[in-house]
């Protein structure tokens, strides 16, 4: 801002202030021609069915006017408030902003730092660091995986030894500090609605189901082994280098706890989940949390299963 | 005198019944919008359903079609009544009440369909906003010209605060709508404003006219109905002085409070904090001349239902006004901003301050334009009151409430410097005040329901007897004006004797228009005569 802006906003604000008080002043002292000229004492003025008394301006008003115009001036020399004047404080905004900052630091950031001496295993079966990593799951990760162990469709389960990533403490830091994208290819179109009924009635043998159609099952295996064991292994035991879940288990990501309960629904689910496929993110926190904080967070998730 | 100096009531009475017709509308829009808070599945699924829409539609339209026409209604009525004169150019008077009603349905037409300009109460698009323009250059001319040609020496104070309404939201509405046009269907603009400067106008409109002027205006209602309802004047006409020049000076520049801790200048920030503290002095100016005035008569709120209304109005305004200034301070608005606590703050302003006032307003006014001795229903206007009072008590307590312990529950910290609570748990603890509130606001809408309905009922009680006078009620209107049961009896019959003519005489009083024959003194006819 140019020197003279700055100027003209001192001026403006202060002028305006002093004109006020002028004209309140005036206001307050004028005497009242029309009173002495109607003799009548309380009426000013009179509009057909509606007129104003010329009481005075209350005291305590005008007191207050006073301690609001000194509050402005001291407020004014205080902060910044009058274009690049600065204030005598000095106070910006930033800088508070940053004080506060390294407060929190000062009595915090050390004590986060000192996690990162120590292996997440450690963190794990310490029961304080364990209640400081919950804290931080329910301030950061619960909007998406609720209260760890909660069940909630399209987001895994922390609290088993089934992972998409792999559950190594290394593992799971790398998931929590980079994020991970699942990508289930869409199938619907190169398999069509036959091939897509094949595969899913062998995934549902591979989780453990009788087959109804065994010729099904065998047309499906064929599938199988030529579209989806490069991601999910042969046999459906998954790969944590590409987040393709296991399918011999009975842990469903994107299939609901309720239509898992029943053959019908559960393969319906399957059918779905091979025609669409899946885009799944898991967002990474390198940049919205500290490397302390997420190294507590890791284990506090490894700490759930094991 | 001829006819063309009495008063147009016509353009007032179209005012008016728009006026109870868009805030039940307005009204029941805001209670479904508050049910969605409550319990979300109540959008249907439906995208013009959905609170985003809804809230915009809301606002607009109780502020332009509640307010906005209340306001309308008001000043046409008190500008001829103190002017003691007619409106200028009844054509252009009724050219505003088609052009307003057409604003209005156009907005219903546009914002739920998602055509918004996203700028906070001003979300008409643009072809909107030039219609908006015209019709307000109208009012402006309408109302000006009116005074211009008044029959009285000095123009009444509740003039200069209708005035100043007028000339700022001009202002207000053209700098802060100034937008790019790029689409008629879908309507579409963009702002002339880059990022920053866009909030600061936008914040600057906002605050100018949802905070200050509109409220403002409201003034200029209280001034001319508060001494009316009582039979004696406004207690100090200095005090009016002073309140008013300080708050227009102030008014408009108060704004960047609402933008406290943003990436606007600290300097900026810090001005308009100054401001927004300063306005306690025209804001307290308007209280204390408000209860002084009412004072002597505190004993008359027992049996004047509508003076009532006044003071309820002049009390919530009192609250909203202390809030705004204390909130304006830059610690304790770090602690209420983006909170609930807003939303009540705005609504103690906006159920308590605009909608008491537009009510008892309303039934003093309302059987005078109907040429009728009062209201169809006294009982149902006690029964309005109370609905009201405790509606906007239940509303402004539940989310004054909910938006302390949302600002408490986001700061609190765990002893490891953790937060101490999920975002989703201070919604959960919200739940039930938001219930709270939805059933605040639907006593207030019920209260609004039956005054619409007293007031259907009072018009047609009129409607053979007017049917047949209609047009000649603006010639013997200095008659009706000043028919003794109006002056004090609106709503309470001399029951009381401390009201009848063995009212020990106060030497204030003694000149007082407490009689009828003592108003016919200052119809307009007399004036005339002078």
Request: hydrophobic share 45%; with cysteine; glycine share 8%.
């Amino acid at each position: 801002m140019s020197d003279f802006l700055s100027l003209w906003i001192g001026v403006c604000v202060l002028g305006s202030l002093f004109v006020c008080h002028v004209l309140i002043e005036w206001v307050l002292h004028r005497p009242d021609e029309r009173h002495e000229a109607h003799k009548v004492q309380y009426s000013h003025q009179s509009w057909g069915d509606v007129r104003s008394y010329d009481h005075p301006v209350p005291r305590s008003w005008l007191y207050l006017l006073y301690a609001c115009t000194l509050f402005a001036l001291i407020y004014f020399s205080l902060y910044p408030a009058l274009g690049t004047f600065p204030g005598v404080l000095r106070w910006t905004s930033q800088q508070q902003y940053k004080d506060e900052v390294g407060e929190y630091n000062l009595v915090y950031t050390e004590r986060f730092n000192r996690y990162l001496a120590r292996s997440i295993t450690e963190i794990a079966s310490d029961p304080v660091a364990r209640t400081t990593g919950q804290h931080l799951f329910m301030s950061y990760c619960s909007n998406c995986h609720q209260g760890a162990g909660e069940d909630r469709t399209h987001y895994p389960k922390l609290t088993d030894r089934d992972w998409l990533w792999g559950g190594h403490p290394e593992q799971i830091e790398a998931t929590i500090l980079h994020g991970r994208t699942g990508i289930m290819p869409a199938w619907g179109s190169v398999l069509g609605e036959k091939g897509v009924e094949e595969t899913a009635s062998y995934v549902m043998t591979l989780a453990g189901y009788k087959p109804a159609n065994p010729e099904e099952v065998a047309a499906g295996k064929e599938h199988f082994a030529a579209y989806c064991a490069f991601c999910h292994s042969a046999g459906g035991r998954g790969d944590p280098r590409q987040g393709a879940p296991r399918l011999t288990d009975k842990t469903w990501m994107h299939i609901s706890s309720k239509d898992a309960l029943s053959e019908a629904g559960l393969e319906a689910g399957v059918r779905a989940a091979i025609a669409d496929g899946f885009v799944n993110l898991m967002p990474p926190h390198w940049n919205t949390l500290d490397r302390a904080q997420i190294h507590v967070l890791a284990g506090y998730v490894y700490s759930l299963s094991n | 005198m001829n006819t063309h100096n009495t008063y147009n009531y016509t353009v007032v009475r179209q005012f008016a019944r728009m006026t109870l017709v868009w805030g039940i509308v307005g009204m029941g829009i805001g209670v479904w919008a508050a049910a969605e808070l409550a319990f979300p599945s109540l959008n249907l699924g439906i995208p013009w359903l959905s609170f985003g829409r809804l809230s915009p539609v809301h606002s607009s339209l109780l502020l332009f079609a509640f307010g906005g026409n209340a306001l309308f209604a008001t000043s046409y009525y008190v500008v001829q009544r103190t002017c003691h004169t007619r409106l200028f150019n009844d054509g252009l008077a009724a050219f505003t009440f088609w052009g307003w009603q057409c604003v209005i349905v156009l907005a219903l037409c546009t914002l739920p369909y998602g055509m918004t300009s996203g700028k906070a109460f001003a979300e008409l698009e643009w072809p909107i906003d030039i219609l908006i323009t015209i019709v307000w250059i109208a009012y402006a001319v309408v109302f000006f010209g009116t005074i211009v040609q008044r029959n009285t020496s000095y123009v009444y104070v509740a003039n200069w605060f209708f005035g100043a309404y007028i000339l700022a939201v001009a202002a207000l509405h053209i700098l802060n709508s100034a937008a790019l046009p790029v689409g008629l269907w879908p309507m579409k603009s963009y702002s002339l404003y880059p990022g920053t400067v866009d909030a600061m106008v936008s914040a600057w409109y906002s605050q100018g006219l949802v905070d200050a002027f509109m409220p403002g205006a409201f003034f200029g209602v209280l001034y001319y109905f508060l001494p009316r309802q009582l039979g004696h004047p406004v207690y100090s006409y200095r005090l009016i002085v002073v309140q008013f020049w300080t708050f227009v000076s102030l008014a408009l520049w108060a704004a960047s409070q609402h933008l406290l801790y943003t990436a606007l200048p600290d300097w900026t920030q810090s001005l308009g904090m100054v401001c927004a503290v300063f306005l306690i002095a025209p804001f307290l100016a308007g209280v204390i001349n408000g209860f002084m005035t009412v004072s002597a008569d505190w004993h008359r709120l027992h049996s004047d239902i509508i003076l009532r209304f006044l003071v309820l109005a002049l009390f919530f305004y009192g609250v909203e006004g202390l809030e705004g200034v204390v909130t304006s301070i830059r610690s304790v608005n770090a602690f209420t901003q983006y909170t609930d606590w807003t939303v009540s703050h705005v609504h103690a302003a906006g159920l308590g301050w605009i909608g008491f006032l537009a009510f008892g307003a309303f039934y003093a006014m309302l059987p005078r334009l109907f040429n009728i001795e009062q209201m169809y229903s006294i009982p149902l206007i006690l029964l309005h009151f109370w609905f009201a009072t405790v509606g906007t008590m239940l509303y402004l307590l539940a989310l004054g409430g909910a938006g302390m312990v949302q600002s408490l529950m986001w700061y609190a910290q765990n002893d490891d410097g953790t937060l101490a609570y999920r975002f989703v748990e201070s919604l959960q603890v919200s739940h039930p005040l938001y219930v709270v509130r939805l059933l605040g606001g639907m006593l207030y809408l019920a209260g609004m329901c039956l005054m619409t309905y007293n007031a259907w009922k009072t018009v047609a009680s009129t409607l053979p007897k007017a049917r047949k006078n209609e047009d000649s009620v603006s010639e013997v209107d200095s008659v009706i004006d000043h028919h003794p049961a109006e002056v004090h009896h609106d709503s309470h019959p001399p029951l009381d004797p401390r009201h009848g003519p063995h009212r020990p005489v106060d030497p204030r009083h003694s000149a007082n228009p407490h009689t009828g024959s003592q108003h016919s003194s200052e119809s307009p006819a007399h004036h005339a005569d002078h």
